[in-house]
């Protein structure tokens, strides 16, 4: 791939290069010590990457390091039993199964973490249809911060465990042990790992407590509005990036958005430069500034005096029904009318599904819809999940 991107300019797809493959195995015996399909997923994979590359949504695809986590795909014949999984090549592998498995076996993909601990990702299609959303039910408005992790419409707040912080003095020991040790002696290797399983503990609570309060959350409530962070943008701050990155944003908004999905639920986003903080819920009268030390402050005009944190998780709450509340008129207006100048109807549409009461439309007006987000979004994977 390399030689023909320096001599071409282009790429091989992912099926030529698995093409070659036979070819190679007379050249470099040590490759059929591996399982072909392995190989043949590795291809794949390695078209996806210059794919990705060559569209500009990744840097140029980089050779798989031997240190740190390892991955394998096997895209068939891999067999599950009760305590033990049967891979090619490989033979009976132990193992703990902690779900039922019930359905077709799709790929396998089995990695190896930092600490030597090893794991079989089993993907597997069980035949069941997405859910159908319903409407009805509890609505909840999430925002996040560094003081509350999360701080819900309805007042509660949760607290930021600081997983980081409660283990950074044991962190900082260790990795002052392994510096003291010489480069490339086993001892140094001992140590590299005792770094290592901290790092792992901190990354296991912090997704403990992710996955039980996203499983609450989405259990207790059917609409779950939360803001759409540029968490990479904000880690720039570099006062505030060490307690950004300990407190797991990104991966709590991807928790609550496939359990809503699974279980028919509505996860909405809102624009992050909705004005959620700044707006008085209950006369949504803006105020222009808003430093961050003012946890408490008053409305000027109806007087009402606001928790920081819940008044910003309401303002989102009721903007994201609104969202939903001009998406359901705009996709009803278009099924009625048939006609193909839908974004007619749809400005139409938004007009009439907001013109019934005088509080609508000044939801409407404290919303600034003229920020529109860049378009560096990445694509959604186009890898084949199984070419068994
Ligand atoms: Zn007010």
Redesign the pocket.
């Known amino acids: 791939m390399n030689q023909t991107y320096i001599d071409t300019g282009y790429g091989l797809s992912g099926y030529e290069v698995k093409g070659l493959i036979p070819q190679l195995k007379k050249e470099y015996e040590w490759l059929s010590l591996a399982y072909s399909a392995c190989l043949q997923q590795v291809c794949l994979n390695l078209g996806v990457a210059f794919n990705n590359f060559f569209e500009k949504r990744a840097k140029y695809p980089r050779f798989k390091s031997k240190h740190g986590r390892q991955s394998l795909q096997y895209p068939q014949n891999v067999k599950v039993f009760d305590n033990y999984l049967k891979i090619p090549k490989v033979g009976d592998v132990k193992a703990v199964i902690h779900r039922p498995i019930q359905g077709k076996l799709k790929t396998v993909t089995i990695s190896k973490n930092c600490c030597d601990q090893y794991f079989a990702s089993v993907l597997f299609d069980d035949g069941k249809e997405k859910p159908e959303p319903l409407t009805e039910g509890k609505a909840v408005g999430i925002d996040v911060g560094l003081t509350h992790f999360a701080i819900t419409s309805d007042g509660s707040k949760f607290d930021n465990p600081r997983f980081f912080t409660k283990h950074e003095r044991n962190l900082k020991r260790k990795q002052q042990q392994l510096s003291r040790k010489q480069k490339g002696s086993n001892n140094r290797n001992k140590s590299r790992k005792k770094v290592a399983k901290v790092h792992c503990k901190i990354t296991n609570c912090r997704e403990d407590f992710l996955h039980k309060l996203s499983r609450r959350l989405v259990d207790e409530n059917q609409v779950i509005v939360t803001e759409n962070l540029n968490v990479k943008g904000l880690m720039h701050n570099h006062k505030l990036a060490k307690a950004i990155h300990q407190v797991g944003w990104g991966m709590f908004m991807t928790m609550l958005k496939y359990k809503a999905e699974q279980e028919g639920k509505i996860y909405q986003e809102v624009d992050r430069f909705f004005p959620s903080s700044k707006t008085?819920h209950?006369?949504?009268?803006q105020v222009d500034s808003l430093p961050l030390d003012v946890r408490t402050w008053t409305?000027?005009?109806?007087?009402?005096t606001h928790d920081r944190d819940v008044n910003a998780a309401i303002n989102l709450r009721e903007e994201g029904l609104r969202i939903l509340r001009v998406r359901n008129s705009a996709s009803q207006a278009e099924c009625k009318t048939h006609s193909r100048q839908t974004c007619g109807t749809r400005d139409k549409a938004v007009q009439r599904g907001l013109g019934g009461f005088p509080h609508e439309r000044l939801r409407q007006e404290a919303y600034c819809p003229d920020v529109r987000r860049g378009r560096g979004g990445r694509k959604k994977s186009t890898t084949p999940l199984s070419v068994g």
């Open positions: 008085c209950v006369c949504l009268n409305c000027d005009k109806c007087h009402t």
